[in-house]
């Protein structure tokens, strides 16, 4: 066989046995051969597709530009694959379409230009494309729906935290409430303890105070001696009065714990009003005691809680009498500047120790020096509080045995 004869035979048994489909059609598209393998692939006979147009062969939406593709093909052929980046199909002999690939190639022989057409059937591929597709569309779904499971399951969460963190805050909150109730009431339950204790020691010398003289006036009674009876009807009322006192003390501090005191300011004149204090207020002194009163600044009203400062006042000026010796002053002094008032009391008595000075204002704080004058101790401390509701203050001076200077400054006016 010449090398000819052997390459023809070659090509032969190649197109024969190729397991892709081969068409060979002319430049005007007329189908010359088909291999057994695109005569199956296309349903067709051997020999039934030799010498129809090739366009039989693609689905009729397609056709016409497949014409055009191939005419243009004819002109610049070059070996390529057809329909690049296009899902091309073609038609079966039964009319079903399927999914392929086309190679093209052209050879001449003489004057006549052949193109060969590769053709395989890709619908096995498309349709592991397309399930490789659709799962990994549904694998996104999932994850979808896994992420949004799990950021709603992340929102139920920090809604719980939130929730959990108000329960926590509010729970302490009440607790912080009961304990502070429970302080106050401790407080309060130590405070009436003190009291009763402080009380029952105080109303003993006024007490028996009155029981001796109630007995003495009976006695001087029957001798008809008005003098002696006189006196100790002074001994039972101050006895009384002191009585008075102590209670009222304490029924002002409660007033106070229980937050039941209420600043009440009215308009009224500083200097008429210290004038009716200190009138009554000498009734209740000592021997040979004045309450030496002084005023200074304007005189225009002011604008307080009048009760509040009577108590205030008095409990200051009957300090400075009771813990004076009989025959000596007290001083009392307003001085009305410009948006203040400021007001002292002076005595020159017993003073206060200065190691115990940091405890005046304590309740029942009674200083060593005083434990023979009647009192409860709670005076001072009320008095600071009530400055506090009135936006005033109080300070002092004292040196024991030469007497000691209260010093109280308030605001000319404070709001209702
Ligand atoms: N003008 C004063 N001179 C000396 N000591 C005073 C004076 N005022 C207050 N004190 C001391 O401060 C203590 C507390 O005063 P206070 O609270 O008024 O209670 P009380 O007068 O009932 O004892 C008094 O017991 C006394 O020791
Ligand atoms: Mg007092």
């Known amino acids: 066989m010449t090398s000819r004869e052997e390459s023809t035979v070659a090509y032969e048994s190649m197109f024969e046995n190729a397991s892709i489909g081969i068409l060979i059609s002319n430049g ?3 189908i010359e051969k088909v291999n057994p393998s695109a005569s199956r692939l296309f349903g067709y ?5 030799v010498g129809q147009k090739i366009e039989v062969l693609i689905p009729a939406t397609l056709r016409k530009t497949h014409v055009q593709h191939r005419e243009g093909y004819a002109q610049r052929p070059s070996p390529r694959p057809m329909g690049l980046g296009m899902d ?3 038609l079966r002999k039964d009319g079903t379409t399927f999914p392929i690939e086309i190679s093209l190639a052209t050879y001449t022989i003489g004057d006549k230009k052949e193109i060969v057409s590769f053709v395989s059937d890709i619908s096995k591929r498309k349709k592991d494309e397309e399930g490789l597709q659709r799962l990994a569309e549904e694998l996104e779904t999932k994850v979808q729906e896994r992420t949004e499971a799990l950021s709603q399951a992340i929102q ?3 809604q719980m935290n939130e929730n959990l963190n108000h329960e926590m805050e509010q729970r302490k909150n009440a607790e912080q409430e009961v304990r502070r109730a429970f302080e106050k009431e401790k407080d309060l339950g130590e405070l009436k303890s003190r009291f009763v204790s402080m009380a029952s020691h105080e109303f003993r010398t006024p007490l028996s105070g009155i029981l001796t003289s109630t007995a003495l006036i009976d006695r001087y009674n029957q001798s008809g001696d ?7 009807i002074q001994t039972i009322k101050s006895s009384v009065q002191n009585l008075t006192n102590i209670l009222n003390d304490f029924l002002s501090l409660d007033k106070l714990e229980a937050g039941r005191v209420e600043c009440r300011p009215s308009s009224f004149s500083m200097d008429d009003f210290a004038r009716d204090l200190v009138d009554e207020m000498q009734s209740l002194a000592k021997k040979g005691q004045r309450i030496l009163y002084q005023h200074q600044g304007g005189k225009e009203l002011v604008v307080l809680d009048r009760e509040i400062l009577r108590n205030v006042l008095i409990n200051l000026l009957s300090n400075a009498m009771k813990y004076s010796p009989e025959g000596v002053d007290v001083h009392f002094g307003i001085e009305q500047q410009d948006s203040r008032i400021v007001i ?3 005595d020159e008595g017993i003073g206060i120790p200065e190691v115990e000075q940091g405890q005046l204002f304590e309740r029942f704080f009674r200083a060593r020096n005083a434990t023979n004058v009647q009192g409860t101790g709670l005076g001072l401390n009320i008095v600071k509080r009530y400055l506090g509701l009135m936006g005033g203050s109080i300070s002092y001076i004292s040196r024991e045995n030469e007497g000691t200077t209260f010093t109280v400054i308030l605001p000319e006016g404070i709001q209702p």
């Open 88 to 90: 091309l199909s073609a």
């Open 28 to 30: 005007a598209g007329i």
């Open 226 to 232: 008005k003098e002696k009876i006189g006196r100790h």
């Open 344 to 346: 002292i009391v002076r």
């Open 45 to 49: 006979g051997l020999e039934e597709l």
């Open 156 to 158: 139920e969460l920090q």
